[in-house]
């Protein structure tokens, strides 16, 4: 493929661009300089070395450690890198190597050193030159791209505005100019000092202290709201606080000034696409591109508050437990901040908590009530509903300071829910809403625009209730490739971990609607496959006692589900083994979820390896599903389906056959042969055949399922490949090498075409290619393509593998039919002794190598030896009762030649 | 679509990797191949419109569903984890190759991950390209490619990932972050 011959450097920054060389040095004085506080680094770097390039380089590699916060990182970390600067650097295409400036002058101001670099801007640490004043400064240059007149016209138009903000906790904006080759600058107030969030954690500053630090902020942010300046990008990174614990906010105004979109030249309108914010902290305002106003500094300040309280971003969820990550909704709902605490890792809430000297219990309690009563209130995605200037909210923040009650109210959970269903009214084509009817009903309803929507909902509610049809559900899923695009998805996960907190978090009339709403949730995440969750939620529903024992039944299935989906086998079948009994105690023993019941159980049975009780158990209950008149076709499937690979599993490959072809009936009754349900039930009938032996009747159904799954997946798709891959192995057996070397020539070209040469699959493709070589009667094609298999699978998984001792066999009866004698029978020694170790006696593996054995020993001329080992294979398969298979014809053949000799 | 069965050989390979056995490691690979593939292949379904993919649910899904009947200690479970993760990686990557595959002619499109940074609209991360890069990388430190395996394409804690690779949290954190500069620096459009 053409990026496998691009060379990866090319066009790269970074790593590979300094002399390799040079690299471990630089690695070396990289991780050295990590270790230490970044005021201390730059005198490493200068100890440590005289060249220039190599210091430049570890610089380079610090500041990507400084932007790469977050980068690749999993939930814990709540800062972004997708700031304001990135957004510019993206919309002028790739940013220019930046040039450290320092030493240089820029109007009457030295630039000192360079004290960090972003997208957008570099900042340096200057001084006056003309001594008219001895002040440090910071100086921000922007980044090319943007038009310096424009800049500059805009500037000029602003400066007045900003340089009358003259307030002890604004950081003030001094001057501003362009360079001598045009790119803008301005001169800012220069504050030593530690961005608040760090500070605050660092000094392990304790929550009424990190109150009084935010009403100096919110102070800045309410002068300026007199002034009539927008902040617009209030965020950590911008508020620094001094030794003296004087909090700072910084670049005012800026956001604006730098903002295209905000500009009336033409050129820019076409960058609307651009917005300048930070998405963490970004208003709904901002994100739609509505105006902005001074609410939306007042839902900035919100943010803040929420993360100064709680550690996190409100918008950035920190939860280890797994959740989908999506871009937030714009106006979604703020989360409480005593919810996010309470589902963090308890190692997490530990650091949290000692970062604000107090106990986790302590925090979480802080955190309940008036405080968050402000935060939601300051972050309500109405700008109606906020405080309605910074003024207000630092009012009510001082009143919680001392002890009055706060203005804001903790909304009612009316109107929570309310936003909540109105806001997923018209999210689209399947929304998973928790709805309470009239009479308390709890239903999980699920809206779909297109049939196949209507399809999978349908598979969904069932799976509600078993879910062994789930793994029908994915079957179907299987038609809706990852890649090949097309069908918007539920964002199922996402709508529901928000109606969980909602759930937890409202207050309900009363304890049954409570409850029935935490079922709901239990059963919503059971749908999803999320049965650890689903575990916790139905337990507790059930746990309440609240809830009329006629549905209580349904809720306890549901429980079994997934405790037996969450792998607690044994609590879910005494779970289950409780429901059966108590529907057979109410007189039913025919309903569906009787028998989905049952069909669970015997899954428990079989993954706590009770292989012939589970088969016991499933031909009850599918005795029963095939009296049921009215079963729904997905039921039987998934139950015949089941039982098949409980079968295969228990080795009973001929009731696993008349499985696999009852369901190929069902699937070809119900769905269209396109489906991907069809195509996999002729996969499962040939290899059913396979394990039996019986290769001619195989070939039918896996030429149908190579047929299906290309015309389906497209012959690339690795689906595709192993259905045809199949087939070749069928026509192998057969005795017809040339239709199976047609195959696989071509299952391994597409192979290393799709997945390159390096992948695991190959060396197995490779191998199969080589057999069909030899069997074709050409060895000598056959050996380049086996060593090549052999040297890779023993370096991925070891000499001794089961993979590579497969291989050497092949390389054994390769050597035999070369005939280097000598080297078969050192090989396929080597490979019996380690076959007598894995496999049974009676194990097809070691027949398949006895007779390879016995045609040496003939060819060597040992004939008893010969005729020895295929007495036994043939006393082995007999003793398994496979006379029927196609090896014990070989064995017999191969034994009738000896004899006529 | 297949029900993995809590497998005894799994459990077993875990335990003799605990005790020293790295060969062992290399023989779970091809055990547990197609049940994370099923299981990515789910969740990628599932979670289509986010275009993200949750790879720590994806691994510890395959852990409850191939191990943890057996329950093994914690440090057979970072050893799954670890060699989850590796496969992981392969998984991703095939899925990378086969949608720039079933592309070709249309342009290259990469199969994206969000990293996970919410509401970040331009964080889009080419797999493939980050994978060419950690492939340079590991020829200088192979240390750099374990911790990235681990920590992005296993969805591993630090503290996981130390005991994975046999080193403190704090010389993991430092291998991470030098990892992730590198990486960063080359990635980032």
Same mark, same amino acid.
């Given at each position: 493929?053409?990026?496998?011959?691009?060379?990866?450097?090319? #066009?790269?920054?970074?790593?590979?661009?300094?002399?390799?060389?040079?690299?471990?040095?630089?690695?070396?004085?990289?991780?050295?300089?990590?270790?230490?506080?970044?005021?201390?680094?730059?005198?490493?770097?200068?100890?440590?070395?005289?060249?220039?390039?190599?210091?430049?380089? /570890?610089?380079?590699?610090?500041?990507?450690?400084?932007?790469?916060?977050?980068?690749?990182?999993?939930?814990?970390?709540?800062?972004?890198?997708?700031?304001?600067?990135?957004?510019?650097?993206?919309?002028?295409?790739?940013?220019?190597?930046?040039?450290?400036?320092? #030493?240089?002058?820029?109007?009457?101001?030295?630039?000192?050193?360079?004290?960090?670099?972003?997208?957008?801007?570099?900042?340096?640490?200057?001084?006056?030159?003309?001594?008219?004043?001895?002040?440090?400064?910071?100086?921000?240059?922007?980044?090319?791209?943007?038009?310096?007149?424009?800049?500059?016209?805009?500037?000029?138009?602003?400066?007045?505005?900003?340089?009358?903000?003259?307030?002890?906790?604004?950081?003030?904006?001094?001057?501003?100019?362009?360079?001598?080759?045009?790119?803008?600058?301005?001169?800012?107030?220069?504050?030593?000092?530690?961005?608040?969030?760090?500070?605050?954690?660092?000094?392990?500053?304790?929550?009424?202290?990190?109150?009084?630090?935010?009403?100096?902020?919110?102070?800045?942010?309410?002068?300026?709201?007199?002034?009539?300046?927008?902040?617009?990008?209030?965020?950590?990174?911008?508020?620094?606080?001094?030794?003296?614990?004087?909090?700072?906010?910084?670049?005012?105004?800026?956001?604006?000034?730098?903002?295209?979109?905000?500009?009336?030249?033409?050129?820019?309108?076409?960058?609307?696409?651009?917005?300048?914010?930070?998405?963490?902290?970004?208003?709904?305002?901002?994100?739609? #591109?509505?105006?902005?106003?001074?609410?939306?500094?007042?839902?900035?300040?919100?943010?803040?508050?929420?993360?100064?309280?709680?550690?996190?971003?409100?918008?950035?969820? @920190?939860?280890?437990?797994?959740?989908?990550?999506?871009?937030?909704?714009?106006?979604?709902?703020?989360?409480? @901040?005593?919810?996010?605490?309470?589902?963090?890792?308890?190692?997490?809430?530990?650091?949290?908590?000692?970062?604000?000297?107090?106990?986790?219990?302590?925090?979480?309690?802080?955190?309940?009530?008036?405080?968050?009563?402000?935060?939601?209130?300051?972050?309500?995605?109405?700008?109606?509903?906020?405080?309605?200037?910074?003024?207000?909210?630092?009012?009510?923040?001082?009143?919680?300071?001392?002890?009055?009650?706060?203005?804001?109210?903790?909304?009612?959970?009316?109107?929570?829910?309310?936003?909540?269903?109105?806001?997923?009214?018209?999210?689209?084509?399947?929304?998973?809403?928790?709805?309470?009817?009239?009479?308390?009903?709890?239903?999980?309803?699920?809206?779909?625009?297109?049939? =196949?929507?209507?399809?999978?909902?349908?598979?969904?509610?069932?799976?509600?209730?078993?879910?062994?049809?789930?793994?029908?559900?994915?079957?179907?899923?299987?038609?809706?490739?990852?890649?090949?695009?097309?069908?918007?998805?539920?964002?199922?996960?996402?709508?529901?971990?928000?109606?969980?907190?909602?759930?937890?978090?409202?207050?309900?009339?009363?304890?049954?609607?409570?409850?029935?709403?935490?079922?709901?949730?239990?059963?919503?995440?059971?749908?999803?496959?999320?049965?650890?969750?689903?575990?916790?939620?139905?337990?507790?529903?059930?746990?309440?006692? /609240?809830?009329?024992?006629?549905?209580?039944?349904?809720?306890?299935?549901?429980?079994?589900?997934?405790?037996?989906?969450?792998?607690?086998?044994?609590?879910?079948?005494?779970?289950?083994?409780?429901?059966?009994?108590?529907?057979?105690?109410?007189?039913?023993?025919?309903?569906?979820?009787?028998?989905?019941?049952?069909?669970?159980?015997?899954?428990?049975?079989?993954?706590?390896?009770?292989?012939?009780?589970?088969?016991?158990?499933?031909?009850?209950? %599918?005795?029963?599903?095939?009296?049921?008149?009215?079963?729904?076709?997905?039921?039987? %499937?998934?139950?015949?389906?089941?039982?098949?690979?409980?079968?295969?599993?228990?080795?009973?490959?001929?009731?696993?056959?008349?499985?696999?072809?009852?369901?190929?009936?069902?699937?070809?009754?119900?769905? @269209?042969?396109?489906?991907? /349900?069809?195509?996999?039930?002729?996969?499962?009938?040939?290899?059913?055949?396979?394990?039996?032996?019986?290769?001619?009747?195989?070939?039918?159904?896996?030429?149908?399922?190579?047929?299906?799954?290309?015309?389906?997946?497209?012959?690339?798709?690795?689906?595709?490949?192993?259905?045809?891959?199949?087939?070749?192995?069928?026509?192998?057996?057969?005795?017809?090498?040339?239709?199976?070397?047609?195959?696989?020539?071509?299952?391994?070209?597409?192979?290393?075409? /799709?997945?390159?040469?390096?992948?695991?699959?190959?060396?197995?493709?490779?191998?199969?290619?080589?057999?069909? %070589?030899?069997?074709? #009667?050409?060895?000598?094609?056959?050996?380049?393509?086996?060593?090549?298999?052999?040297?890779?699978?023993?370096?991925?998984?070891?000499?001794?593998?089961?993979?590579?001792?497969?291989?050497?066999?092949?390389?054994?009866?390769?050597?035999?039919?070369?005939?280097?004698?000598?080297?078969?029978?050192?090989? =396929?020694?080597?490979?019996?002794?380690?076959?007598?170790?894995?496999?049974?006696?009676?194990?097809?593996?070691?027949?398949?190598?006895?007779?390879?054995?016995?045609?040496?020993?003939?060819?060597?001329?040992?004939?008893?030896?010969?005729?020895?080992?295929?007495?036994?294979?043939?006393?082995?398969?007999?003793?398994?009762?496979?006379?029927?298979?196609?090896?014990?014809?070989?064995?017999?053949?191969?034994?009738?030649?000896?004899?006529?000799? | 679509?297949?029900?993995?069965?809590?497998?005894?050989?799994?459990?077993?390979?875990?335990?003799?990797?605990?005790?020293?056995?790295?060969?062992?490691?290399?023989?779970?690979?091809?055990?547990?191949?197609?049940?994370?593939?099923?299981?990515?292949?789910?969740?990628?379904? *599932?979670?289509?419109?986010?275009?993200?993919?949750?790879?720590?649910?994806?691994?510890?899904?395959?852990?409850?569903?191939?191990?943890?009947?057996?329950?093994?200690?914690?440090?057979?479970?970072?050893?799954?984890?670890?060699?989850?993760?590796?496969?992981?990686?392969?998984?991703?990557?095939?899925?990378?190759?086969?949608?720039?595959?079933?592309?070709?002619?249309?342009?290259?499109?990469?199969?994206? *991950?969000?990293?996970?940074?919410?509401?970040?609209?331009?964080?889009?991360?080419?797999? *493939?390209?980050?994978?060419?890069?950690?492939?340079?990388?590991?020829?200088?430190?192979?240390?750099?490619?374990?911790?990235?395996?681990?920590?992005?394409?296993?969805?591993?804690?630090?503290?996981?990932?130390?005991?994975?690779?046999?080193?403190?949290?704090?010389?993991?954190?430092?291998?991470?972050?030098?990892?992730?500069?590198?990486?960063?620096?080359?990635?980032?459009?």
């Amino acid at each position: 493929m053409s990026e496998g011959e691009r060379d990866p450097d090319e #066009g790269r920054r970074g790593y590979a661009r300094p002399a390799q060389a040079h690299w471990a040095e630089i690695d070396a004085l990289f991780s050295q300089a990590l270790d230490l506080p970044p005021t201390e680094r730059e005198a490493l770097l200068a100890e440590s070395t005289d060249n220039e390039d190599v210091r430049r380089e /570890v610089r380079r590699l610090l500041a990507a450690d400084h932007a790469a916060e977050g980068f690749l990182e999993g939930p814990l970390d709540t800062r972004s890198i997708g700031t304001l600067e990135d957004a510019l650097a993206m919309s002028d295409g790739a940013p220019p190597e930046e040039l450290d400036r320092s #030493g240089q002058e820029l109007g009457p101001y030295r630039l000192i050193r360079r004290i960090a670099r972003g997208g957008m801007a570099s900042v340096y640490l200057g001084e006056r030159s003309d001594g008219a004043w001895s002040q440090q400064v910071a100086v921000k240059v922007i980044r090319r791209g943007l038009d310096t007149e424009d800049v500059l016209a805009r500037f000029r138009a602003e400066r007045q505005i900003l340089s009358s903000l003259s307030h002890p906790n604004v950081g003030r904006l001094l001057d501003g100019g362009a360079t001598p080759d045009g790119q803008p600058y301005l001169v800012m107030e220069h504050v030593d000092g530690l961005p608040v969030t760090d500070y605050c954690d660092e000094a392990k500053i304790a929550i009424d202290e990190r109150l009084r630090l935010f009403v100096q902020v919110g102070e800045a942010v309410a002068h300026a709201h007199r002034s009539l300046v927008i902040h617009r990008d209030i965020k950590p990174s911008n508020i620094l606080v001094t030794a003296e614990g004087t909090a700072k906010l910084l670049d005012f105004g800026i956001a604006k000034l730098l903002d295209p979109g905000q500009w009336p030249a033409p050129e820019h309108r076409t960058r609307t696409g651009v917005r300048l914010m930070t998405p963490e902290y970004a208003s709904p305002e901002q994100m739609t #591109g509505a105006p902005v106003t001074t609410a939306s500094d007042v839902f900035q300040l919100g943010v803040l508050l929420f993360r100064l309280l709680t550690g996190v971003s409100p918008f950035d969820d @920190p939860d280890a437990s797994p959740r989908a990550r999506m871009p937030r909704e714009v106006d979604a709902l703020t989360p409480h @901040p005593s919810t996010v605490l309470r589902r963090t890792s308890e190692a997490r809430l530990q650091e949290i908590a000692a970062a604000r000297s107090t106990t986790p219990d302590a925090l979480t309690r802080a955190l309940t009530g008036e405080l968050e009563s402000i935060v939601l209130k300051a972050t309500d995605a109405d700008p109606e509903r906020r405080y309605r200037s910074a003024g207000a909210m630092i009012d009510d923040v001082q009143r919680y300071l001392s002890g009055h009650p706060v203005e804001a109210r903790p909304a009612g959970a009316i109107y929570r829910t309310r936003k909540f269903l109105g806001r997923h009214r018209w999210v689209g084509p399947a929304a998973a809403l928790v709805v309470l009817s009239g009479a308390g009903y709890v239903t999980t309803v699920l809206r779909h625009n297109t049939a =196949l929507e209507q399809e999978r909902s349908r598979a969904q509610l069932e799976a509600r209730t078993a879910q062994s049809v789930t793994d029908f559900v994915v079957g179907l899923f299987g038609a809706t490739d990852p890649y090949e695009g097309g069908r918007a998805e539920t964002p199922a996960r996402e709508l529901l971990d928000q109606g969980a907190d909602l759930v937890l978090t409202g207050s309900w009339e009363s304890p049954e609607v409570y409850t029935r709403l935490v079922a709901a949730v239990g059963q919503a995440y059971s749908d999803l496959d999320l049965h650890g969750e689903a575990v916790a939620f139905l337990q507790a529903s059930l746990d309440a006692q /609240v809830i009329p024992p006629s549905d209580r039944l349904s809720l306890e299935s549901m429980l079994g589900y997934s405790l037996v989906n969450a792998g607690r086998h044994t609590d879910g079948i005494a779970v289950l083994e409780g429901t059966t009994r108590s529907r057979a105690a109410l007189g039913d023993t025919l309903s569906n979820e009787h028998l989905r019941d049952l069909m669970m159980i015997s899954t428990a049975l079989f993954l706590e390896g009770e292989g012939e009780a589970a088969l016991r158990a499933s031909d009850r209950w %599918l005795d029963r599903v095939r009296a049921l008149e009215d079963a729904p076709d997905e039921i039987t %499937l998934s139950a015949l389906d089941r039982i098949f690979h409980l079968a295969m599993g228990d080795l009973s490959y001929e009731r696993a056959q008349r499985l696999a072809e009852e369901k190929l009936d069902y699937a070809h009754a119900a769905y @269209p042969d396109t489906t991907p /349900v069809v195509a996999h039930a002729y996969e499962d009938l040939a290899s059913s055949m396979v394990r039996e032996g019986r290769y001619r009747e195989a070939l039918e159904p896996a030429s149908k399922a190579a047929e299906l799954t290309s015309a389906i997946f497209g012959p690339d798709h690795l689906t595709s490949t192993y259905a045809t891959e199949t087939l070749a192995s069928i026509h192998l057996e057969l005795g017809e090498p040339s239709e199976a070397l047609a195959i696989q020539r071509d299952v391994v070209s597409t192979r290393i075409r /799709v997945l390159g040469e390096e992948h695991v699959i190959i060396p197995m493709t490779r191998h199969n290619l080589a057999r069909a %070589l030899r069997a074709a #009667g050409f060895p000598d094609e056959a050996e380049p393509h086996l060593e090549w298999a052999i040297e890779h699978t023993a370096a991925a998984y070891g000499m001794e593998s089961r993979l590579t001792t497969v291989m050497l066999e092949e390389m054994g009866r390769l050597r035999m039919d070369q005939g280097s004698l000598d080297e078969a029978e050192r090989l =396929l020694e080597q490979v019996g002794a380690r076959h007598a170790v894995s496999y049974d006696a009676t194990d097809m593996r070691r027949v398949v190598w006895a007779v390879s054995m016995a045609e040496l020993r003939d060819r060597q001329q040992r004939t008893d030896e010969a005729r020895a080992l295929l007495l036994e294979s043939a006393e082995a398969l007999r003793a398994a009762g496979m006379t029927e298979h196609a090896l014990f014809r070989r064995v017999s053949e191969a034994l009738d030649r000896i004899t006529a000799r | 679509m297949r029900s993995g069965a809590p497998d005894p050989e799994i459990t077993r390979l875990l335990v003799s990797a605990g005790s020293g056995d790295a060969s062992a490691l290399n023989r779970l690979v091809p055990l547990i191949y197609d049940d994370l593939r099923a299981i990515a292949h789910r969740r990628i379904s *599932l979670e289509r419109k986010g275009h993200t993919l949750n790879t720590t649910a994806v691994v510890h899904e395959a852990y409850v569903r191939l191990v943890e009947g057996e329950q093994p200690e914690w440090r057979d479970r970072v050893h799954f984890f670890a060699v989850a993760s590796k496969v992981m990686r392969h998984i991703l990557i095939d899925y990378a190759r086969l949608k720039r595959a079933s592309k070709r002619g249309g342009g290259a499109v990469p199969v994206t *991950l969000h990293d996970e940074h919410a509401g970040e609209e331009q964080g889009v991360l080419d797999v *493939l390209e980050l994978n060419d890069v950690l492939e340079k990388l590991a020829q200088h430190d192979p240390r750099l490619e374990q911790v990235v395996e681990c920590r992005f394409f296993g969805g591993m804690s630090m503290e996981e990932t130390a005991e994975a690779m046999g080193v403190s949290v704090r010389t993991a954190t430092r291998d991470w972050r030098r990892a992730r500069a590198y990486l960063y620096d080359a990635l980032r459009p």
